[in-house]
């Protein structure tokens, strides 16, 4: 019997999970969605009634035949649909538009400005583990490593997956380790696919930043086909270009006393010299470039296929992607590479015209990203089974553009002006063997029972740079990986699980999993969940899951060492697990270690109306952070064994700059976040006059610092994580972000309108390490409206804008009673303040062209 007919028969959804990962059947049961299902927000459709079956999902259960709103953990299901009326061509986006406890950032320092990354409830964005058709996602290699809200994050990139091959997106907001693994201690994003066997479709896109530049341009095309009679081929192809964005832009370093423009005239707070070179540099007073998006040129190809034996199904899908992308860094003033011979100074010009023009670095990548999964799955002796291997590798070749090395232009009157840093990569294998049977017991239900195991390597490596990169203090903005940097590092684990779904009586649903994991690095884990939901009526329903969960550190989090600079200071970021963090007194990174709990509750008070409502509070143990700056020189207070540690872990630094120190990850804290997830859902027909969807969701979340660890002794006890950092954790998220949407549909006609409101975000910055000073960006509010009318049965013309009122955030302020030095000692006066949560560009306006066949 084949295996797509077993299941249609049925009208169920075999739920499997690779190591606790989910696999939907190649030929998934047909949907219609409903808008009054948690989550989703599809516009109305012409044949929406009272009573349309939910979506069955294939998230947070190996249970069959579960709906989103039947389901006994919080989920949201995102349909293709609903993803199309975002504007900005980009996954991150996408979810951060739509789901209120997701949030994206809005701009990284140094490399992670070229791949951006994002987090669920407030956690890390490593305590949310991706999903694509059920398995596992490989991380990037391209580890966030300066300080902030998204500070090592090392997780999936999911700018990689184009949204034109996604089927829907389910998102699990419930910790479920013992279910996933490591990593799912926030929740799970698990992306469905396209798995259609005929037509297509595909978009061409562009819009711009209102007065900030961002131009994009973006493309896709989707296409579907039978492989014989029994199989099917998805394929899509996408491209974006997208611009640099400029975002303030005024440097101190080319300002008098009082921060007011150097005009030309004679100014206190300048050398002659520098009165008479500052003014011709490139695009001057507006000369420095490094607040804004990197411009970024991405191409991704997918594809997603299987075919059906009868008595087994083969599957296959993976990705293939290219980005290369630059981002500005501080500018380098004309007095900042020099050469004095027989007491003439000539100063560096990569340009080639003229000495006094300064330069503007950029960091540069080029990446290759690839995954493969391949499968089978079937029935045996009334066993679902399902096999499967799965390999994903990221690399990240490094560069330094338009840069020059100092030093090497002091010694020898030459510099390059571009640098090869070296490289990060990335690689993962899964294999997975998974289980699931019904059994008749005499309960309400037959009982589900799954059980299966999980084999994974992953290694990361770093690579060292060219000669030039590494030249004493190396490239100016960026230097090169030197061979003590450099390295190759791994490790494996194997896990086991079982996982019991029954429904004793009428309406009551019980879960129970147990997971035992065993890392070549850290030793075993075992960890388990539960979860139980009471339906007292159609209209009221209770649930709730207690669960503990792990989470290995990441290899980059473990190795990676680089210095960080600026044009005044000089951080090595020291390796968690090398020979000069344990000089400082620092142990081996360890897992964290975590319990959840929720409770919430279903309410479906009238037709076509649901509304969800579930709390939760999570505690995490041991959890790994980046510490504060450790001041070797240039601190309110400084350590020598700190410069010690820099020069047995192999760095030089600028001799120029004025502050020296170190960075390091270490399993600093406990942490509390507790919150409250909201989403409510109604559709209104109105007849003759079209249908509206109306949709309000929000997230209320708190995090608190439970417990801080102590610097070790060699450094004087002092707290590891100073205001900085420990607001960072806190409150540079906001507790509250809520979305409020209204999709309409009258015949060719639709709208779509959406506005959400963030909290309030805080941080706390300082120029020394000495006094902090608090930052604030306050409660907003977001608009975003999007027009859509049919020219055609298969060509839509869509116009809108994100962030309609071109809100943007407040800048940087100046040290009381300081003219010419920030908090953050950064360059720029006008800087934004890029913890922003609604991001520092200002509105997107867009028009879009959809075509389907």
Known sequence: MKIAHHISRHALIVALAAGGHVSASAQELAQTTNPATVGSASPPTSDASDDIPDDIIVTGTRATGITAAESAAPIKVLDADMMSHVGQPNLNQILTQLVPSFTAQAFGGDTANLTLSARLRGLSPNHTLVLVNGKRRHGTANLAVLGGPYQGAATADLDLISPSSIKRIEVLEDGAAAQYGSDAIAGVINIILKDGDTGGDGYATAGENYQTGGRTYAGTLHLATKIGEDGFLNVTAFHRYHDFTQVGGLDRRVTDGDGKLLTGTTSPALSPLQQQLYPNISRFPYVNRINGDAQSRLTNLQFNSAYDFGAAEVYSFGTYSKRIASAYENLRVPTRVSRTVGGVTTYFDPDGDSPVNGFSPREKIREDDMAFTGGVRGLLSGFTYDLSTSFGQDKNLIYTVDSANASLYADTGFTPT??????????????????????????????????????????????????????????????????????????????????????????????????????????????????????????????????????????????????????????????????????????????????????????????????????????????????????????????????????????????????????????????RTRGIDLVASYVTDLADYGKVNWMLSGNYNETKALRLNAAPATLGGIPLFDDEAISYLETASPKTKVIGSIVYALDKFGATLRGTVYGKTTAYLTPDGGAYYKQTVGSAFIGDVELNYDLTAALKLSVGANNLFNKRPPTVGLVPGSTNSLVNDANVLDGPLTFSPYGINGGYYYARFNISF
């Open 418 to 671: 571009r640098f090869y840093n070296g490289f990060f990569k990335a690689t993962e294998f899964t294999a997975n063997a998974d289980v699931t049977r019904e059994i008749a017991v005499g309960m309400a239900a037959p009982l589900n029972l799954a059980f299966g195991a999980e084999y994974r390597k992953n290694v990361y490596e770093i690579g060292s740079g060219d000669a030039a990169s590494i030249y004493k203090e190396g490239g100016q903005s960026y230097p090169g990986f030197r061979p003590s940097d450099a390295g190759v590092n791994g490790r494996n684990s194997q896990a086991a699980y079982v996982d019991v779904a029954m429904m004793s009586i009428d309406g009551l649903k019980v879960d129970v999993a147990g997971r035992y994991e065993h890392y070549s690095d850290f030793g075993s884990k075992f960890i388990y969940k539960g979860t139980s939901r009471y339906d007292f009526s159609d209209a009221f329903a209770l649930r709730g899951t207690v669960s503990t969960g792990f989470r290995a550190p990441t290899l980059a989090e473990s190795y990676y060492s680089a210095t960080n600079v600026s044009p005044t200071s000089a951080f090595v970021q020291l390796p968690a697990n090398s020979a000069a963090a344990k000089l400082l007194g620092f142990a081996n990174l360890k897992p964290e270690k975590s319990t959840n709990f929720s409770l919430g509750t279903v309410l479906r008070p009238a037709p076509r109306l649901t509304i969800t409502i579930d709390a939760y509070q999570v505690k995490i143990r041991d959890r790994i952070l980046g510490t504060g700056s450790l001041y070797g020189s240039g601190g309110a207070t400084n350590f020598p064994i700190v410069t010690a540690a820099i020069r047995a872990n192999g760095n030089i630094l600028d001799p120029t700059v004025n502050q020296t120190g170190i960075n390091i990850f270490t399993n600093g804290a406990d942490t």
